[in-house]
């Protein structure tokens, strides 16, 4: 058997066939064969080596250096630094500082504290994780409204974008004396680029049923659902399996720990539409009618589902109960900052390294979260603008990358942090795309149920395709901003009352880029 | 139905089982299976992990599923956990990868530098 000093293992894989792999082999035998190391170093093809960037990757033995994102021309310097002269090229080998480090956070986590460490599947290592703790505490030792002061004195604000007072909402349902009630879990998540509910509920879902029982107790609901959208099949599944295994333990069912309190709960899946989401529209889809939203008031805590006394809460809401329960309104207080209290999780994406999740305190800046929990931005790309709350959002450009990520700082530059979507864009980035995107999504989720988001979203789509495609005027900007803001003062619900968000801030943030498409003749 | 009795005391033999050392593992291999973990191939790294440890009749290991802890772009990400030691996190793991994961590090001890993403205290 033939002995070489060196193996160079090449990662084949659909990924690196596409970026040209082969070529790249062949090049790197005939630069050893051209310098006479065919004998001393063995190429051998091997699956995948992981999916670093976008390219070729290789991975060198005795060294077991990983060189990433490979190409042509640097096979010629590879070669002549690492196999001639023996010096590895720092420049492409895989930097693992980025994730070496790296802070899961999971000391200041509150909703996904359990994600990534229990089995969603297991009641019992819920319940080892000190799950059901504070059901059993409010049922054997709290009244109800003890329970609805403690969520009011936490702090603790809706976290499915509009971001109203929990304790709040519940305190006007709670009194009403009714012979039925609902809890309604609102797990649509509809806007775009959001998936924190799914992590919850597929990472956690006992703490979410945790948080639904509290609050039916706390305004005397002895039924609860959860509408969840039809695409979370893994979601579904395992809160079927937690619901089984609450009921088979008698923590759901009647009489539950022998304190007189009963609660069911039960799944209702949603068809895909953006407007369910909205709850009155959620609550029509959940009866089985068209989902379109209802007037206001009344509100659903006075005439919800089935007309009844219904409290609408998103799964993240819910998901905080728990631990304000069993650790107090002061525990959960200190966590965030004032006005903003509590955790946030944030789903990011686009040109950053480590796209994904993270759970911070509120108030937590778009810098840190971008370079401490996203690995920061791709190299060789800058920062050009985020897009947070998803399409209902606002497009941030690089002078509030400190802002402080909480309702009040938010507020004042008429952002907002709305579901908790970071979209991050580097300067490859056209913001006339992005606009046509987030207006083309409008388009198609309108209900038609009102004549200015029906009509004015068609619009708004007609202005920016045109500037699209090269045939738009200076005054479209303005008209984009006069129609938008025309339905924010009368459309039906948020759905048209929201564009106008994205499309100020992207044409005030980022002039140039529509400006540039419109001067092109 | 149970108790609240019987509840603590499950929550007890849980809390137990969670600290390793007061189990009968040595080591605790644990795959996340999040939707971006199952997407890239979590289900086939768990079925070859479990096939690895049942051929070679390992014993101290138990094996258990998770949601997504972060780092979702390394996916399948599986920790291996060891009394006093950091977790080892592993990522972009395959089926082939996994295998050997057995073969080195629950078997022999080894930790695969190549593999690790990340470590945690
Ligand atoms: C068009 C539209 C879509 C919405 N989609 C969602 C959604 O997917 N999830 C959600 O929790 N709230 C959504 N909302 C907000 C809900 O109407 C409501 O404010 C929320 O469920 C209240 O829960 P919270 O107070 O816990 O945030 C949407 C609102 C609108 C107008």
């Not at chain 1, 060196?6 to 064969?33: C, P, T």
């Not at chain 1, 809160?239 to 008698?250: P, Q, T, V």
């Not at chain 1, 395709?465 to 901003?481: P, T």
């Amino acid at each position: 058997m033939k002995f070489y000093r060196s193996h160079i293992l090449i990662g084949i894989d659909d990924a690196s066939l596409a970026a040209g792999v082969k070529e790249i082999e062949a090049l790197l035998r005939n630069e050893l064969q051209k310098n006479n190391l065919s004998d001393e170093i063995n190429i051998l093809e091997t699956g995948t080596l992981g999916h670093f960037g976008t390219g070729v990757s290789m991975l060198v033995y005795p060294e077991q250096v990983t060189y990433v994102n490979l190409k042509k021309e640097d096979i010629f310097e590879i070669v002549e630094e690492h196999f001639l002269k023996g010096r590895p090229l720092q420049r492409l080998i895989l930097d693992r500082s980025l994730t070496q480090n790296y802070d899961f956070n999971y000391k200041r986590r509150i909703v996904l504290s359990n994600s990534g460490v229990i089995d969603p599947e297991n009641i019992d290592e819920y319940l080892g994780a000190g799950g059901y703790e504070a059901w059993e505490k409010a049922l054997t030792t709290m009244k109800p409204n003890e329970l609805v002061d403690e969520v009011k004195a936490s702090g603790l604000k809706g976290r499915g974008g509009a971001g109203f007072p929990a304790g709040l909402k519940w305190s006007f349902t709670a009194p009403i004396v009714a012979d039925q009630k609902y809890v309604v879990v609102n797990a649509d998540e509809g806007e775009p680029g959001t998936f924190k509910d799914r992590l919850i509920m597929e990472g956690d879902p006992h703490k979410l049923l945790e948080g639904v029982m509290l609050c039916a107790y706390a305004i005397g609901a002895s039924k609860a659902y959860i509408y969840i959208r039809g695409e979370y099949k893994l979601c579904i599944h395992r809160l079927e399996i937690a619901i089984a295994a609450a009921r088979e333990y008698g923590i759901l069912g009647n009489n539950i720990f022998g304190s007189g309190f009963d609660l069911d709960i039960f799944i209702k899946v949603g068809a895909g539409a953006y407007v369910c989401g909205e709850e009155t529209a959620l609550i029509e889809s959940m009866e089985g009618n068209r989902g379109t939203p209802r007037s206001k008031p009344p509100f659903p805590g006075v005439a919800g589902a089935w007309q009844k006394p219904t409290v609408v809460n998103n799964v993240e809401t819910l998901a905080n109960i728990p631990a304000i329960i069993k650790n107090g309104a002061k525990w959960f207080a200190a966590h965030g900052v004032d006005g903003s209290t509590g955790t946030k999780v944030y789903t990011i994406m686009g040109d950053v390294n480590l796209p994904g999740l993270c759970e911070v305190d509120m108030g937590t800046s778009l810098r840190t979260i971008i370079q401490q929990y996203a690995g920061g931005m791709i190299e060789g790309r800058t920062f050009k603008a985020a897009l947070v709350g998803g399409a209902a959002g606002v497009f941030l450009n690089d002078t509030l990358l400190d802002v402080h990520m909480d309702y009040n700082s938010l507020r004042e530059y008429a952002a907002v942090l709305g579901s908790g979507a970071i979209l991050v864009m580097s300067d490859t980035v056209d913001m006339v795309d992005m606009l046509w995107s987030v207006l083309r999504f409008f388009r198609h989720e309108s209900c038609g149920k009102c004549n200015p988001c029906s009509k004015g979203t068609a619009l708004l789509f007609k202005l920016i395709d045109g500037i699209r495609k090269g045939k738009g005027k200076d005054s479209d900007l303005e008209q984009l901003i006069k129609v938008s803001n025309g339905m924010q003062k009368t459309s039906f619900c948020a759905l048209g009352q929201s564009p106008c968000m994205p499309i100020a801030s992207a044409i005030n943030n980022f002039r140039q880029d529509f400006l540039t498409r419109i001067n092109v003749k | 139905m149970k108790t609240l009795e019987e509840l603590r005391k499950i929550r007890e033999k849980a809390q137990g089982e969670m600290k390793l050392r007061e189990s009968d593992y040595r080591y605790k291999v644990v795959v996340g299976m999040g939707t971006s973990g199952i997407a890239m191939g979590a289900r086939e790294v768990m079925k070859a992990i479990l096939e690895e440890v049942s051929q070679r009749g390992i014993k101290n290991v138990l094996v258990t599923q998770t949601g997504e802890k972060g780092l979702s772009s390394l996916e399948p990400v599986i920790d291996v956990i060891e009394e006093g030691r950091p977790v080892i996190t592993y990522g972009n793991m395959d089926v082939a990868k996994a295998r050997k994961m057995v073969a080195e590090h629950i078997v022999n001890g080894k930790v695969i530098n190549e593999y690790v993403v990340s470590t945690t205290n």
